[in-house]
């Protein structure tokens, strides 16, 4: 099973990724922490980006869909079972191009999940999200909280708020978010692969809707 998870930032698209890895068995490919990795290791396409980036500039599609395709490419090397998109594609013309990439490969996707959550669920998701310093290891005030407030887990340290999960940031992020990259759920809909999950409930209701999704799915 190929998948494509889509919705705006804290619709829970990396949690739900995460969970699903586990239970189904397929890769969860995180477009943001394949870009990181690849500049923490210094590859080619890591150093290319960071250098886009040090100017201030987006990375462009052409080398986001190049470390996207060797991570599908790798794991069916592998033999893996499937794979989770998660931030990936983010415009249609990343879309494109992976549906050529899968048709070359010959691969297809199985379906594009869309988690449809509402703006003030979204706000108070992010504002509430705190994080590990040492690991990035996410924790929620509320949702998801330390033993310890304020403290993560594993490493004993204070856990931090990132500068983009204040409420105003959040807002221009989802404005972002609709302007370039909710287009994809109409793309997606018109190729028939489009599946909309209500996604303001917490955690395990919105993984029972999904199990009850992949029945049809399969």
Same mark, same amino acid.
């Given at each position: 099973?190929?998948?494509?998870?889509?919705?705006?930032?804290?619709?829970?698209?990396? %949690?739900?990724?995460?969970?699903?890895?586990?239970?189904?068995?397929?890769? =969860?490919?995180?477009?943001?922490?394949? $870009?990181?990795?690849?500049?923490?290791?210094?590859?080619?396409?890591?150093? !290319?980006?960071?250098?886009?980036?040090?100017?201030?500039?987006?990375?462009?599609?052409?080398?986001?869909?190049?470390?996207?395709?060797?991570?599908?490419? *790798?794991?069916?090397?592998?033999?893996?079972?499937?794979?989770?998109?998660?931030?990936?594609?983010? %415009? /249609?013309?990343?879309?494109?191009?992976?549906?050529?990439?899968?048709?070359?490969?010959?691969?297809?996707?199985?379906?594009? /999940?869309?988690?449809?959550?509402?703006?003030?669920?979204?706000?108070?998701?992010?504002?509430?999200?705190? $994080? @590990?310093?040492?690991?990035?290891? /996410?924790? =929620?005030?509320?949702?998801?909280?330390?033993?310890?407030?304020?403290? @993560?887990? @594993? =490493?004993?340290?204070?856990?931090?708020?990132?500068?983009?999960? !204040?409420?105003?940031? /959040?807002?221009?992020?989802?404005?972002?978010? =609709? *302007?370039?990259?909710?287009?994809?759920?109409?793309?997606?809909?018109?190729?028939?692969?489009?599946?909309?999950?209500?996604?303001?409930?917490?955690?395990?209701?919105?993984?029972?809707?999904?199990?009850?999704?992949? *029945?049809?799915?399969?």
């Amino acid at each position: 099973m190929n998948l494509i998870f889509l919705g705006p930032p804290g619709a829970g698209k990396g %949690t739900h990724a995460e969970m699903l890895s586990k239970s189904m068995r397929l890769s =969860h490919l995180a477009a943001g922490d394949i $870009l990181r990795r690849n500049i923490r290791e210094g590859t080619a396409l890591g150093m !290319q980006a960071r250098d886009i980036m040090a100017r201030g500039e987006l990375v462009p599609d052409t080398l986001v869909n190049n470390m996207m395709f060797a991570e599908i490419r *790798e794991l069916r090397a592998k033999g893996a079972k499937g794979f989770i998109l998660d931030g990936y594609p983010r %415009t /249609i013309v990343q879309a494109q191009e992976l549906d050529k990439f899968l048709a070359s490969e010959k691969m297809t996707l199985s379906a594009a /999940i869309n988690f449809d959550a509402s703006e003030e669920v979204v706000v108070a998701r992010l504002s509430g999200r705190r $994080l @590990c310093p040492v690991d990035g290891k /996410i924790y =929620h005030v509320k949702n998801m909280p330390p033993r310890k407030e304020g403290v @993560c887990d @594993c =490493h004993g340290q204070p856990l931090v708020t990132r500068k983009d999960d !204040q409420p105003d940031t /959040i807002r221009k992020r989802l404005a972002v978010y =609709h *302007e370039s990259t909710k287009p994809l759920i109409e793309y997606y809909a018109k190729n028939d692969l489009l599946r909309n999950v209500p996604a303001d409930g917490d955690a395990p209701a919105v993984q029972k809707l999904l199990e009850k999704l992949f *029945e049809t799915i399969r």
